[in-house]
C-alpha cells in the first residue's frame, strides 16, 4: 500500500497546484502509516523535483519521453497506471485542472478505482470507510462521498487546503519509463498556443474582475493596470466575454472558469447566481459596484459603493503606494 | 455521421440549493430542471455538425422518467432520436458504463456531452467513457470541425490551448465557446412529440462513489463597506486585516 501523488510540470517546473497535490498525498500517506512517491510527468528538470521533498514526497518517479511535454490523455495514463502498480498504490492523489481531471477519469476505469474530484478536505479514513468532502452544485454546497472501492483516486482542489513545507527536505528523482508506443499519441496536439498575459487565471492567488458596468472594451485598461499592480491575473463576466469585450477564456461563473484564489475584486459585476458560483469559494472576495442593492454584495468581505471609473484609479494609486 | 449526445438533467441555473433535513438528499421541491448548459453547447454543435455535414443526432439520458421533457426538449432543438436508460444516476461510473454500452452497440462517431454537469461537478464521465470503449476523450474542447473521418478539437489547458487532429470515432465535452445555444422553435416542438425516444434497461448498476451527505457553505459574515472618497483604504485593509496582498 502506497500512496502516489500526479505532477504536473510546465517550463522546467513543477506547478503550484501540484506543490499542492504533494502536501496532501504525504498526510494522506501519513494518516494510513506509509510514504507517499511522485509520479512527474511533461516538461521539468529533475533538480525542479528533488524540492518535492518539502511536500514531504520521499521518492520521484520521472519519465523523460519529450513527447509528454504536451498533455496527450492516453499516454499521461499509462505511465501513471504502471507507476501505480510499481508502487503497489491504493491512494493517487491528482490535482484538481483540467488535466488532473481528464487522467482521473480515464484512470478509474483502468484501475477500477472510486473517483472524487473537486475535493477541498483531507479523507476521514474510519476502518473501512474513506469519505472526503468536495464542491458540488457550482461552489454552492459540499458533499461527503465515499469512495467504495479498494483503490481511490482523488482530484484536490486547488487553494482549498493549508500546505505545509519542510524547508530543506529533498527527494530522490528515479528515472521511470513506460515503454510507451506510437498508439498512445494518437491524439497528441499538432499545435499548442499559449495564452497572453504573464499570471494564469487558474494559478492566480490575486484575480481582478471585470463586469458589464465597465462600459466597453476601452475601460479595460483600468483592470489590467489594477492586475499588473497587484500581481494579479484578470478575468470577466460571461456577457463581456460574448459581447467580445473580452477573450472566452478570461469568462468565470458557471459555466466558465472556476476560480478559487485568495483575493477576487469584482468590479461593476452585478453577482448573478451563475456567476457567483464560480468564484465564491475565493478567501476574500472585493466588490466595486454604482449600485448598493447589487446582489454581490452580499457574498463580498469587503465593498466600495461608486463609479468602477472613479474608484479603480484610486485603487491603483493606492495599491502602486503599497 | 452518427453523432451521439449525452445530456443530464440539473435544476435550473438560478435555483437556490436546499437539502432535506437529513442531508441526504437534494431538495427538488419547487426546483425547475433543465438541460445541463455545457451538455447543450455539445447538442448545438452536433446538430449544426449534421445540417452541415449531414448524419442523425441521438441524445442519451441516463435518468428516470422525470427526465423527459428535457429530452423532447432535446429533440425540439433538432436531434432526431433519443434513448433514455432507466435508472437514477448515482455516480459518474454509473452513468458512464449505460453511455459506453448504449454507444458500443450504436456504433457512433462522435460521442458528445458536456465537460461538467452543473449539479454533481463530476467532470468525470467522458474520461470513463472514452476508457471504456478504449477511444480518445478530448477534454474540455472549445471547438470541434469534422472533415471525414478526422476531427480538428481546440481543447483548453491551464496557460492557453491546443490543436488536436483526431481520428473518429472519439469522445469529446464540450465548453464555450463551442456553439451558441439554441431555442426551440414552434415546429421545432410539435415535430418533438412524433420523434423516437426508446426507453431502455440498465447495464449493470455498478457504483463505485456514495454521497453520505450534502451541507451548505457557511453564511458569511458580512460585508465591510468603505467609503468612496477613501477606496484606498480598501488596499490597507487587504494588507493588514484581510492579508491577501
Ligand atoms: C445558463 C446560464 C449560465 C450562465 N453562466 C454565467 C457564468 O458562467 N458567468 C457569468 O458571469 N454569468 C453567467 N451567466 C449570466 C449571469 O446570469 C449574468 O447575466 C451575468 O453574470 C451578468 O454580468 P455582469 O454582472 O457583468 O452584467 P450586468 O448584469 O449588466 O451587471 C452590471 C453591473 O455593473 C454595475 N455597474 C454599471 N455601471 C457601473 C459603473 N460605472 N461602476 C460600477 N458598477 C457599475 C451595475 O450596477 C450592475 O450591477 C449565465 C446565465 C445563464 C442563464
Same mark, same amino acid.
Given at each position: 500500500m502506497s500512496v502516489l501523488v500526479v505532477i504536473e510540470c510546465a517550463n522546467g517546473e513543477v506547478k503550484k497546484s501540484s506543490l499542492e497535490a504533494a502536501s496532501y498525498g504525504s498526510k494522506v500517506a501519513a494518516d494510513l502509516g506509509t510514504t507517499a512517491t511522485a509520479v512527474a510527468i511533461g516538461d521539468v528538470q529533475p533538480d525542479a523535483l528533488k524540492g518535492l521533498g518539502e511536500q514531504g514526497i520521499t521518492k520521484v518517479l520521472l519519465d @523523460?519521453?519529450?513527447?509528454?511535454h504536451d498533455f496527450v490523455g492516453a499516454a499521461y495514463v499509462k505511465v501513471i497506471a504502471k507507476a501505480a502498480e510499481q508502487e503497489n498504490s491504493s491512494v493517487i492523489v491528482l490535482s484538481n485542472s483540467n488535466i488532473g481531471a481528464a487522467i482521473g477519469s480515464r484512470l478509474a476505469v483502468k484501475l477500477i478505482a472510486s473517483l472524487a474530484t473537486n475535493v477541498v478536505s483531507l479523507p476521514q479514513i474510519n476502518g473501512s470507510t474513506f469519505t472526503v468532502r468536495r464542491g458540488v452544485f457550482s461552489g454552492k454546497a459540499f458533499s461527503e462521498v465515499e469512495?467504495?472501492?479498494d483503490k481511490k483516486i482523488i482530484a484536490v482542489k486547488k487553494n482549498a487546503l493549508e500546505f505545509d513545507t519542510t524547508a530543506g527536505a529533498t527527494a530522490t528523482v528515479e528515472n521511470f519509463s =513506460?515503454?510507451?508506443?506510437?498508439a498512445d499519441f494518437?491524439? =497528441?496536439?499538432k499545435e499548442t498556443i499559449k495564452q497572453s498575459g504573464d499570471i494564469l487565471l487558474t494559478e492566480a492567488e490575486v484575480v481582478v474582475s471585470g463586469g458589464?458596468?465597465?462600459?466597453?472594451?476601452?475601460?479595460w485598461h483600468l483592470i489590467e493596470e489594477l492586475a499588473k499592480t497587484l500581481g494579479a491575473a484578470t478575468a470577466c463576466s460571461k456577457p463581456v466575454a460574448d459581447v467580445g469585450w473580452?477573450?472566452?477564456?478570461e469568462h468565470v461563473g458557471q459555466t466558465g472558469i472556476t476560480v478559487s484564489p485568495n483575493l477576487y475584486i469584482a468590479v461593476?459585476?452585478?453577482? =448573478?447566481i451563475q456567476h457567483l458560483a464560480g468564484? @465564491?469559494?475565493?478567501?476574500v472576495i472585493v466588490v466595486i459596484n454604482?449600485?448598493?442593492? =447589487?446582489?454581490f454584495f452580499k457574498a463580498a468581505d469587503y465593498g466600495i459603493v461608486g463609479d468602477a471609473l472613479e474608484i479603480v484609479p484610486k485603487l491603483i494609486e493606492a495599491a502602486k503606494a503599497l | 455521421m452518427k453523432i451521439l449526445v449525452c445530456i443530464s438533467n440539473v435544476p435550473d441555473t438560478t435555483t437556490k440549493i436546499t437539502f432535506t433535513p437529513d442531508g441526504?438528499?437534494?431538495?427538488?421541491?419547487g426546483v425547475q430542471f433543465v438541460i445541463n448548459p455545457y451538455d447543450e453547447y455539445a447538442l448545438t454543435r452536433a446538430i449544426e455538425l449534421k445540417e452541415a455535414q449531414g448524419g442523425t443526432v441521438t441524445v442519451l439520458n441516463v435518468g428516470e422518467a422525470d427526465t423527459e421533457p428535457n429530452i423532447r426538449k432535446a429533440l425540439a432543438i433538432g436531434a432526431d432520436d433519443a434513448i433514455r436508460?432507466?435508472?437514477?444516476?448515482?455516480?459518474a461510473f454509473l452513468v458512464a458504463q449505460q453511455i459506453a454500452h448504449y454507444a458500443k452497440e450504436g456504433g457512433y462517431d462522435l460521442i458528445l456531452m458536456g465537460?461538467?454537469?452543473?449539479?454533481?461537478?463530476?467532470?468525470q464521465v467522458h474520461g470513463m467513457v472514452g476508457e471504456l470503449m478504449g477511444i480518445p476523450t478530448i477534454a474540455p474542447a472549445m471547438k470541434l470541425d469534422v472533415n471525414g473521418s478526422t476531427a480538428t478539437l481546440e481543447r483548453e489547458i491551464e496557460g492557453g490551448k491546443e490543436i488536436i487532429e483526431v481520428a473518429l470515432p472519439l469522445v469529446a465535452s464540450a465548453q464555450q465557446p463551442m456553439s451558441e445555444p439554441r431555442i426551440p422553435n414552434m415546429r421545432g416542438i410539435m415535430t418533438a412529440r412524433t420523434k423516437p425516444l426508446q426507453v431502455v434497461e440498465p447495464v449493470g448498476q455498478e457504483a463505485k462513489t456514495s454521497v453520505q451527505k450534502y451541507e451548505l457553505p457557511p453564511a458569511k459574515s458580512g460585508v465591510k463597506m468603505i467609503p468612496a472618497e477613501n477606496a484606498g483604504e480598501l488596499i490597507k485593509l487587504l494588507r493588514n486585516e484581510a492579508k491577501v496582498l
Open positions: @523523460n519521453d519529450k513527447r509528454l469512495l467504495t472501492s =513506460a515503454d510507451l508506443s506510437d494518437v491524439a =497528441a496536439p458589464r458596468g465597465l462600459k466597453g472594451p476601452e475601460n473580452r477573450p472566452h477564456h461593476g459585476i452585478s453577482g =448573478a468564484v @465564491n469559494s475565493s478567501k454604482k449600485d448598493p442593492e =447589487a446582489p | 441526504k438528499s437534494f431538495n427538488t421541491a436508460v432507466n435508472i437514477k444516476p448515482t455516480d465537460r461538467e454537469s452543473i449539479d454533481y461537478n463530476g467532470f
